[in-house]
């Protein structure tokens, strides 16, 4: 009885079915109905893996296109290469233009390649236009020195899966971020038209065969002026450093 009581669970039959406790299986039906059962358990197992493992790749699959691919780029000022940093490539690479640095409609500091496409054009020289200079070095600071009057090249860097961040009067980056380059903060003479700060890589060079002198948009250091701006911690007079980071998100 308890045998049969057994079996029946087993089998999977309700152990209280009177077919159960009453007919006694023979021995070959019960074996056949085991292997049937080991049989189906045995397909549903491999089903279920297949299942599992389909159903996790769409899941990566998923989460790849969740996940935020961050990406930067930035002006490698100065420079017609990119830092040599993990995840930084080139861009392009060009030459720095601005506005005059006597036009009061000037544009800020841009980085021009080296390849350039036209649309439709007029090679007139009109009045009713803005206009567009290269840029020069007007520097008579430490290794810029030499580079007076010449024509400044740049690049612009892809920085892959990370955020970029410039930051004027540092040396140094923050815990956690990265060192792209440094440099010094440059801008347009204090009595010209300003068109911002830009961080001026300080192995700076110059492109090629290009010391002419003929103005256009033009570099100076920075210096801080105490007043509202607070000494300590910042020097009157001082000319300002600064580096360009990355972070990896
Ligand atoms: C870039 O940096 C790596 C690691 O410091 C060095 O092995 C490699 O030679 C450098 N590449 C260039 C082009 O400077
Ligand atoms: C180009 O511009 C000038 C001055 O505005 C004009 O006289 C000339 O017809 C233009 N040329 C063409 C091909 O449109």
Same mark, same amino acid.
Do not use: C, H, R
């Given at each position: 009885m308890l045998r049969g009581l057994v079996v029946c669970f087993?089998? #999977? &039959?309700?152990a209280l079915e009177p077919g159960c406790i009453n007919n006694w299986p023979s021995r070959f039906d019960y074996e056949r109905t085991l292997l049937e059962k080991l049989v189906y358990l045995e397909q549903f197992k491999s089903e279920t893996t297949a299942k599992l493992a389909a159903q996790q790749q769409q899941m990566q699959e998923l989460y790849s296109i969740l996940r935020p691919q961050a990406a930067s780029t930035y002006v490698n000022w100065g420079m017609q290469t990119c830092p040599? +940093?993990? #995840?930084?490539? *080139? +861009? @392009?690479? #060009? *030459? +720095?233009a601005g506005g005059h640095y006597s036009h009061a409609g000037s544009g800020e500091y841009i980085c021009l390649p080296n390849d350039p496409e036209y649309d439709q054009y007029n090679d007139t020289i009109d009045e009713w236009r803005s206009s567009? @200079?290269? &840029? %020069?070095? %007007?520097?008579?600071f430490i290794n810029f020195k030499a580079l007076y009057n010449h024509d400044v090249p740049c690049s612009v860097c892809l920085s892959k899966g990370k955020t970029t961040l410039m930051i004027p009067g540092r040396i140094s980056c923050y815990t956690g971020w990265i060192k %792209? @380059? *440094?440099g010094y903060l440059m801008g347009e003479y204090y009595k010209s038209n /300003?068109? #911002?700060y830009v961080c001026m890589n300080k192995e700076a060079e110059s492109?090629? =065969? =290009?010391?002419? /002198?003929m103005n256009g948009?033009?570099?100076y250091p920075v210096e801080g002026r105490c007043g509202s701006l607070k000494c300590p911690p910042y020097t009157d007079g001082r000319e300002l450093a600064c580096v360009v980071c990355s972070f990896s998100t």
């Open positions: 087993i089998l #999977g &039959a309700n040599n +940093v993990t #995840g930084t490539t *080139q +861009v @392009y690479t #060009g *030459q +720095v567009l @200079y290269g &840029a %020069e070095y %007007e520097t008579d %792209e @380059y *440094q /300003g068109k #911002g492109m090629p =065969s =290009s010391n002419a /002198g948009a033009l570099f």
